[in-house]
């Protein structure tokens, strides 16, 4: 503020707009008070706003605009969450395809419209306001967007009228499901309507997933970002069996099947851009629960060095997808980025020499060069069948979306000794147990020694805000030891930060990055497992062995700065006493 107040004066004193005596005394009151001095001017009539915009609007390059008979636009009102437009100062004029129109009253700020640009993803217009203007114009812009959700869902209640809704038990027969249909594929319906928004604000957000709830008296629609849940809308109750209908159709399921599980898809394309949604439907005491996965192509990052790996994992993973045959194998949880790893290796590997073939359930994305198969069970394609298919058609990589069962995982080791190279993923929580795991599947501990090339294990830790983290004192040697540094790790350059919050960011967090456990199938791996070692005994050699956890990885990218200790606690497991000795 300070900044901007000397600049201004030093323009209006060049241009002789104000007396520069006056213009001295304001400044003085501006920085005592905290006020911009183009308001005190204002309310001390030395200036009026025609002349002060144009001065300002001419020396910046930039065209004043008159807020005061502005119409808000919902589209540009919805490309800023308000929090973020009142912290930054701007208001969202219009929008016209990637680029929007924003009103500020800081033409110099330019670290503010990069930040802008950043949360926004789209090239800015800046025009010049003034600041009582611009509150106006932020607070009645921002009530009519919420006025929007509003009316909508005060129409979806209005249509009450015009069909049959239940309170969404189990117990009861969907008698009304023509009448749903027939309102949930309606365009100009309210249910239409309100559905699309809240895709669309789950797509502007960058969500991975939408979830609506149905509870006793409510309904709740979450996003999840960066791996956390927050409430987004909250329609009413007896509501869900219109918005769920409407996913149905989107999604081409049953619309009158209400006691059995669903799954589905459908494509929207979101400010021009493909979005995927992959529907789950799960039927629950108080109605039917669904998550809507979005799939977004321009997320996928295609690019192993930008997932985050430590230097010596990302290292041994490319050391294995040089070798001619073999098996890769990336494990664990759920939603812990094995796809993209995935895709981003075999994004690495492709190449107009080789046959390269997935087999997958479902496709997630689609690789330009690669024949992508899809599971169907109902049509007898199975992992194993289609596995033994590919084997007949000359491939050389081949990438499985996920061993489930003895049969699949009998037929990736036989293609991984018989010169293929493999690349799957397993439901395991560390590296060294998915040795075993394989071998309570029925492989001989033989096959697996000579089969695996590396076994890795995956988590995504969230990344900590750059606009908002804040240093902290290096916390003492023994702390970090017990947490699972070694002294090598001790001998790093460390920084560390903790979570803040800002207007950019989730509590101090914006992004996620995968750190990864990798564990090469060394001479001495190989000998622990077939000797039928356990998976602590397995874990022991390989630390011998310089593998690195992922207590590890995550404490390493703690120490540069990446993110908090205390999330790489939450997000990883303590090493035990043997691995960590």
């Known amino acids: 503020m300070l900044s901007y107040n000397k600049r201004v004066a030093r323009i209006l004193e060049d241009a002789g707009a104000v007396d520069a005596a006056k213009l001295r005394e304001v400044l003085a009151q501006a920085d005592q008070k905290q006020r911009l001095v183009s308001s005190l001017l204002f309310e001390q009539k030395l200036i009026d706003e025609r002349t002060l915009l144009g001065i300002l609007g001419d020396h910046a390059k930039i065209a004043p605009i008159d807020l005061t008979v502005f119409t808000p ?9 308000q929090d973020a437009a009142y912290a930054h100062g701007v208001f969202p004029v219009s929008r016209l395809g990637n680029v929007l129109t924003i009103a500020l009253v800081n033409p110099f700020d330019v670290v503010k419209l990069d930040d802008l640009r950043l949360l926004t993803g789209l090239d800015l217009r800046p025009v010049l306001t003034i600041e009582e203007h611009l509150k106006q114009a932020l607070d009645a812009g921002y009530k009519a967007g919420q006025s929007v959700v509003e009316k909508i869902l005060g129409s979806m209640e209005q249509s009450e009228g015009a069909i049959q809704f239940n309170d969404g038990k189990l117990d009861d027969i969907d008698e009304g499901a023509f009448d749903l249909e027939k309102l949930a594929s309606d365009d100009e319906s309210p249910v239409v309507k309100f559905l699309n928004m809240v895709i669309y604000g789950a797509a502007k957000e960058r969500a991975s997933d939408i ?27 007896k509501l869900l069996n219109a918005i769920v209908s409407r996913v149905k159709i989107m999604a081409a399921l049953d619309i009158a099947e209400r006691r059995k599980p669903q799954d589905g898809k459908f494509q929207m394309r979101v400010d021009g851009r493909q979005v995927d949604f992959r529907v789950s439907i799960l039927p629950v005491i108080h109605g039917e629960k669904v998550v809507m996965r979005l799939l977004d192509a321009s997320n996928l990052t295609l690019s192993l060095e930008s997932l985050g790996f430590e230097d010596k994992a990302l290292g041994d993973f490319r050391h294995a997808l040089s070798q001619p045959y073999g098996m890769i194998l990336v494990t664990g949880p759920t939603g812990s980025g094995k796809s993209t790893t995935l895709y981003s290796a075999v994004k690495e590997t492709l190449s107009p020499e080789e046959n390269l073939v997935t087999v997958e359930d479902p496709v997630e994305y689609q690789l330009e060069g690669v024949n992508q198969v899809q599971v169907s069970v109902k049509r007898g394609l199975t992992f194993a069948a289609a596995l033994r298919s590919i084997l ?12 489930r ?40 501990p033989f096959m697996v020694a000579s089969s695996t090339l590396m076994v890795s294990a995956q988590r995504l830790c969230r990344k900590l805000c750059a606009s908002c983290k804040e240093p902290v004192e290096r916390p003492p040697e023994e702390r970090l030891r017990a947490l699972g540094m070694n002294e090598e790790d001790l001998r790093m350059d460390m920084t560390f930060f903790q979570n803040r919050g800002c207007p950019r960011c989730s509590g101090g967090y914006s992004g ?3 750190i990864l456990e990798t564990l090469p199938m060394t001479e001495d791996v190989k000998r622990t497992i077939i000797k039928g070692g356990s998976a602590q005994e397995i874990k022991k050699v390989a630390l011998a062995n310089d593998m690195m956890t992922l207590r590890r990885c995550g404490l390493r990218a703690a120490a540069r700065g990446r993110t908090s200790i205390e999330m790489v606690v939450a997000t990883t497991m303590q090493d035990d006493e043997g691995a960590a000795a």
Request: no cysteine; hydrophobic share 40%.
């Open 73 to 81: 636009d919902p589209a540009a009102i919805q490309s800023i969450p």
């Open 211 to 237: 979830h609506i709830e149905p509870f006793e008296k409510k309904v709740i629609i979450r996003y999840r970002k960066d791996g956390a849940l927050r409430e987004a809308f909250q329609p009413p109750r």
């Open 392 to 403: 007949r058609q000359d491939p050389d990589t081949i990438l499985i979306g996920e061993i």
């Open 405 to 444: 069962d003895t049969e699949t995982i009998e037929i990736a080791v036989k293609a991984a000794l018989t010169g293929h190279l493999v690349l799957s993923t397993l439901h395991t929580n560390d590296a060294p147990s998915t040795i075993t795991r394989m071998v309570d599947m029925g492989v001989d």
């Open 512 to 514: 996620r990055f995968a």
